[in-house]
C-alpha cells in the first residue's frame, strides 16, 4: 500500500518533476515511488488511483502546479538489454532508446538505428509509438509486458492488441510498461553504425540540441509538417515569457532558464490557433501534458 511505502522510504512526497523532464519545467508529484525491481511495484497492491508513468521525461510537460497523484519512476532493474535468437532484441522499460540501438548494431541486428536520436526509453515509445526516419515502434515491437496497477497484476501484450496509430497506443495511465521484445532485421555492424552516425549528424544539423524541449511539439498533418507549417507563417521565434519556437527547427519549441509550463502550454495554444485560423489546418500536439485541466 502507499502509505506502507512512504513509511519504508520507498515513496517519497512533494518531489519536484522538472529535473526529471527533458524541458525542466513543472511543479512536484504528490507522491513518486521510484521503482527499482518489479517488487516495488508489487509491494504497491491494486492501486485505483490516479497515476503518472515517467520515463524519460522527453515527451512531457509537467504543469507548474505540479501532479496531485503517484507519478512512478522505473530504476536500474528495468534497465536490461537482452540479445535473443532470431534478432529478437528485449529490453526493460528504462532502457534508453540509443542504448537498444547501438546493442542491437553491435549484435548485426538492423532496423533500430531511427532509436538512436530519440532521447526517450523503451517505455516511452512502446506507450507513445514513438517513430522517425521512416520507422516507429509498432513495426517492431513482439509482445509488451505490462504492470497492470488496478489490478496489481502483470499482463502480456501482444503487438497487435496495442492498437497502434500515429504515435498513440490503446495502453492506459495504469498499464506500467516493464519490457518489451523487438524482432530486428539482417544488418552488418558497420553499415548500422554508419547509418546512426548519419542520423546523429541529420539531427544536429536540423534540431536544436542542446537546448531544453521536448521534439516534436505538434504531430504532422496527413502528408505535411506541422514544422514546415509553423515556419511557412512566419512563426519561428514566436514566444512566450520565457518559452519560444525554436528558429532551427519551428516544431520545436525551446525553454530558457525561467520558462514555466504555463509559457509552454500558451506558446501551443497560440501557435495551434494562429495556423488554424490562418490555414484551417488543426495541429494536434504529440507531447504529453500532466497535470493540467
Ligand atoms: C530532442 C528530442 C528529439 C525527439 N525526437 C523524437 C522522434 O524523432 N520521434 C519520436 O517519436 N519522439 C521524439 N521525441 C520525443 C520522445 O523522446 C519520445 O516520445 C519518447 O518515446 C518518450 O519516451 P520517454 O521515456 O521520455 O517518455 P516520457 O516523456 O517520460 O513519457 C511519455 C509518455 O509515455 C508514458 N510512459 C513513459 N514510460 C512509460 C512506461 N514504462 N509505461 C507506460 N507508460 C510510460 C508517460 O506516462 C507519458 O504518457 C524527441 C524528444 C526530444 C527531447
Not at 546493442?103 to 514513438?130: L, Q, T
Not at 524541449?213 to 520565457?242: C, E, H, M, Q, Y
Request: hydrophobic letters at 40%; one cysteine or more; proline letters at 5%.
Amino acid at each position: 500500500m502507499l502509505t506502507d511505502l512512504v513509511k519504508a522510504g520507498k515513496v517519497a512526497e512533494f518531489v519536484d518533476l522538472a529535473p526529471l523532464t527533458t524541458y525542466k519545467v513543472g511543479g512536484p508529484a504528490r507522491w513518486l515511488l521510484d521503482a527499482e525491481t518489479l517488487t516495488d511495484l508489487e509491494s504497491l497492491g491494486p492501486y485505483p488511483d490516479p497515476v503518472v508513468v515517467i520515463g524519460r521525461g522527453s515527451n512531457l510537460v509537467v504543469a507548474d502546479e505540479g501532479f496531485p497523484g503517484l507519478v512512478i519512476r522505473l530504476g536500474n532493474g528495468f534497465s536490461q538489454i537482452t540479445i535473443g535468437r532470431d534478432r529478437v532484441v528485449a529490453a526493460g522499460a528504462n532502457a534508453p532508446l540509443p542504448a537498444v540501438a547501438r546493442a542491437a548494431a553491435k549484435a548485426a541486428i538492423g532496423g533500430f538505428s531511427w532509436m538512436v536520436g530519440v532521447p526517450g526509453s523503451v517505455g516511452g515509445a512502446v506507450r507513445m509509438n514513438a517513430g522517425c526516419f521512416g520507422s516507429d515502434t509498432a513495426a517492431m515491437v513482439n509482445t509488451v509486458s505490462v504492470w497492470d496497477l488496478r489490478a496489481g497484476e502483470r499482463v502480456e501484450r501482444s503487438a497487435g492488441s496495442l492498437d497502434y496509430g500515429y504515435r498513440t497506443s490503446n495502453l492506459a495511465p495504469h498499464e506500467v510498461v516493464i519490457e518489451a521484445s523487438f524482432s530486428g532485421s539482417i544488418g552488418d555492424p558497420k553499415d548500422l553504425e554508419k547509418e546512426m552516425r548519419h542520423i546523429t549528424r541529420w539531427r544536429r544539423d536540423h534540431q536544436p540540441g542542446g537546448t531544453h524541449n521536448a521534439g516534436s511539439v505538434f504531430k504532422n498533418p496527413v502528408g505535411d509538417a506541422a514544422g514546415r507549417i509553423i515556419d511557412d507563417l512566419g512563426l519561428k521565434g514566436t514566444r512566450v515569457g520565457n518559452v519560444s519556437v525554436s528558429t532551427k527547427h519551428a516544431n520545436f519549441f525551446v525553454a530558457e532558464p525561467g520558462a514555466t509550463a504555463t509559457d509552454i502550454r500558451t506558446l501551443v495554444d497560440l501557435v495551434a490557433s494562429t495556423v488554424y485560423d490562418r490555414t484551417g489546418v488543426r495541429l494536434v500536439p504529440e507531447m504529453v501534458f500532466v497535470g493540467f485541466d
